[in-house]
């Protein structure tokens, strides 16, 4: 890398910078949905994908109440970890960046708001 400045340590966020995650997030929430909640008709075009699954979830579905909020984030949770986080991709060029870091002896630190079991799942793919 040529960089102006010798970089040590890069810091990147996990979600939308490394990797897409949205596929496995909104199957997880589709069939936490469909488990937890029957009868309920949930629009599942207005879940915007970034904050933590119950914050989306709130913001998404307002009328839920909170019991029902909680239902959904514990199914899609159940969902994600297990079959969910496999929809995972890199982004292109994510592998070679990290390559290149290690090969720089640059430092790379994650950030995100996943759990670690998760990002220790995604990161092991």
């Keep these: 890398m040529n960089l102006p400045f010798p970089l040590r340590t890069l810091i990147l966020d996990l979600d939308g910078c490394l990797i897409d995650s949205q596929e496995g997030i909104r199957e997880s929430v589709t069939v936490a949905a469909r488990e937890t909640l029957p009868g309920h008709d949930l629009d599942l075009t ?4 970034g904050p933590p699954i119950k914050i989306m979830c709130a913001r998404a579905f307002p009328e839920l109440p909170e019991g029902d ?3 959904l ?3 899609y949770r159940a969902h994600y970890d297990i079959i969910g986080f496999k929809k995972t991709h890199v982004y292109p060029g994510g ?3 990290l390559e290149r870091c290690r090969a720089e002896g640059v430092a790379v630190d994650i950030a995100t708001n996943k759990p670690r ?3 220790d799942a995604i990161l092991a793919l």
């Design 69 to 71: 909020l909680q239902k």
């Design 73 to 75: 984030a514990q199914g």
């Design 95 to 97: 592998r070679l960046l």
């Design 46 to 49: 207005k879940l915007r994908v």
């Design 117 to 119: 079991r998760a990002v």
